[in-house]
């Protein structure tokens, strides 16, 4: 299964963009994108999948350029409670159950 | 309620005891995980469930058994405590499989003395 690279921590201000890109070179033909959020002292929690070009849900984007073997997590004016670690997985839908969740990146939003 | 839930919370044991941790989804889903998570580490599975009585290894395997008697229970047994053991600990549950959205549970804060 492919294992993915993220940079380990990241500052922000209050109401900027954010962009947190994720390295998934060897990801495979059926593997799919997937990122969860978490909170201290909770588990992690869903955020967004994608396959390929553009994602978007209530909460972000997810951005998967043509050779899919990086992807970019887009968080729209952040505040306060977006400051979570941030998990970047890659695995087929079906039958990829071992996913490396790695320490992903530390995300600190800054008043 | 729905939704998946562990017990106990926090448990501090000592080395050498046998100590189980629950996990428990009302979402009848497939699939089940549970995960270790340690500071430098983040998060690593232990094992995983694709049914009942159907469990398979996972990262970290060593050290644990588990089991799955019932769709909607996975305990997880740590058979002689160790140091090492200390961790916090997620369970996950997933209607088809790991890549699709999992579920997790509110932890377990294991101390082993």
């Known amino acids: 299964l492919a294992k993915t690279t993220q940079p380990i921590s990241m500052d922000s201000y209050e109401g900027q963009e954010v962009n947190i890109t994720c390295s998934h070179n060897n990801i495979a033909t059926n593997d799919y994108i997937t990122w969860y959020q978490q909170f201290p002292s909770q588990g992690p929690r869903f955020i967004i999948q994608?396959?390929?070009t553009k994602v978007t849900n209530e909460v972000a984007s997810l951005f998967i350029p043509a050779d899919r073997k990086s992807s970019t997590l887009s968080l729209p004016r952040v505040s306060l409670s977006d400051t979570a670690v941030y998990y970047c997985l890659v695995g087929a839908l079906r039958g990829a159950n071992n996913l490396f969740f790695g320490t992903g990146t530390r995300l600190t939003v800054i008043p | 309620d729905a939704g998946i839930t562990q017990s106990p919370r926090y448990k501090i044991t000592e080395t050498g005891r046998q100590v189980t941790l629950m996990c428990h989804q009302t979402w009848s889903h497939s699939y089940m995980f549970w995960y270790r998570q340690d500071l430098g580490h983040g998060l690593r599975l232990i094992y995983y469930?694709?049914?009942?009585?159907?469990?398979d290894k996972g990262e970290v395997p060593d050290g644990y058994v588990v089991s799955r008697s019932k769709t909607e229970n996975f305990p997880l047994t740590l058979e002689s405590a160790t140091r090492s053991q200390t961790s916090v600990y997620f369970c996950?549950?997933?209607?088809?499989?790991?890549?699709?959205?999992?579920?997790f549970g509110p932890g377990t804060r294991l101390t082993v003395t």
């Open positions: 469930s694709a049914a009942a009585d159907i469990t």
């Open positions: 996950a549950s997933s209607e088809y499989s790991g890549s699709y959205e999992q579920y």
């Open positions: 994608g396959y390929k």
